[in-house]
């Protein structure tokens, strides 16, 4: 005899989406309250600014205001895309980005790693506290530093070569060594601080792989390259990739402080051009003009470097 079975008829959603969440906010109405200064934080500073754009569409004049500064179209983007200056400090931003991401971007990968590879936690936090200070120095200090260290009066570095029967270098005068300057000085002062996001994220790998891997007969190396780098691999795959969202930005307050007409045709970027032209022509037009191409170039590279990861690498930050 066959058994009937009786189905229990679905329950009809009668509530919407707006009215599910609603009800949501409502049961957890102190929690939403916590976001609202971050939201208002967000819209007042992030997005109110956003109508400043239209100043690179107009002959923006600081005594007319918005809304009175005629429209031009895209005449400052054409003078922007022609410009002779504008080519060579965009060549300049690209070369210094790529040299800090080459150089810089896996030190403080080396550095966690080896941090992490200490047992004694005297040594361990002593060498981090080390490390991370340089970060809270400002870049006018940092510029000193660099300046006192590297000068040609008096500089430890050229005293040295000086002693050793060499030539002293001119660090902040010569075109063809400034460069490094700027990247030596920017990763002294931040590999130790991006350290931070990596150790974090050793805490986030199981310890019983490790003892697996001893079991097996794995040493360091092959422990490091088979469990410790896959395991982080997704914060420096994101890590990488809000990187590229930067590379337009190529460290603007740094060069500031440290660069001089001497070298600006190697270490002019798109940030000091900004100021300079903006603060010191008062060409507001153009250099807004300028600042959302850069906007514009760095939100596409994290696109497409997201989508690229997530085609060749499985993961993405969305």
Do not use: C
């Not at 079975?5 to 009800?23: A, E, F, I, M, V």
């Amino acid at each position: 005899m066959k058994s009937e079975t009786t189905q229990r008829p679905k329950p009809h959603l009668k509530n919407g989406y707006w009215q599910r969440l609603w009800s949501d906010i409502w049961k957890e109405w102190d929690l939403y309250l916590l976001l609202v200064p971050g939201i208002l934080f967000i819209l007042l500073f992030k997005y109110t600014p956003m109508y400043g754009i239209t100043i690179a569409f107009k002959d923006f004049n600081i005594f007319t205001g918005f809304a009175d500064s005629p429209w031009v179209g895209w005449k400052h983007f054409e003078k922007l895309f022609t410009s002779p200056d504008f080519a060579l400090v965009f060549k300049n931003t690209v070369i210094i980005s790529l040299l800090k991401i080459i150089i810089l971007f896996p030190l403080p990968i080396i550095v966690a790693l080896m941090l992490n590879e200490m047992r004694k936690m005297i040594f361990k936090r002593t060498i981090q506290t080390i490390i991370y200070l340089p970060h809270f120095l400002s870049w006018v200090i940092v510029s000193g530093l660099f300046i006192d260290l590297l000068s040609t009066n008096g500089g430890l570095v050229n005293k040295l070569l000086v002693s050793l029967h060499m030539e002293p270098i001119a660090f902040f005068l010569d075109n063809s060594v400034f460069r490094s300057v700027l990247v030596t000085s920017a990763g002294w002062k931040e590999t130790g601080w991006s350290t931070i996001v990596y150790l974090a994220a050793f805490s986030t790998i199981d310890p019983v792989l490790y003892e697996a891997a001893k079991i097996d007969g794995a040493g360091k190396w092959k422990q490091l390259w088979h469990i410790t780098l896959p395991g982080i691999a997704p914060i420096i795959i994101l890590m990488f990739i809000l990187r590229l969202g930067s590379i337009l930005e190529a460290g603007t307050e740094q060069i500031l402080v440290m660069y001089n007409p001497v070298v600006y045709k190697v270490s002019d970027v798109i940030g000091t051009y900004v100021y300079r032209q903006g603060l010191g022509n008062q060409d507001y037009s153009f250099t807004t003009a300028v600042g959302l191409f850069e906007a514009v170039i760095s939100f596409t590279l994290v696109i497409v470097g997201n989508s690229l990861s997530k085609k060749y690498l499985q993961r993405g930050i969305w």
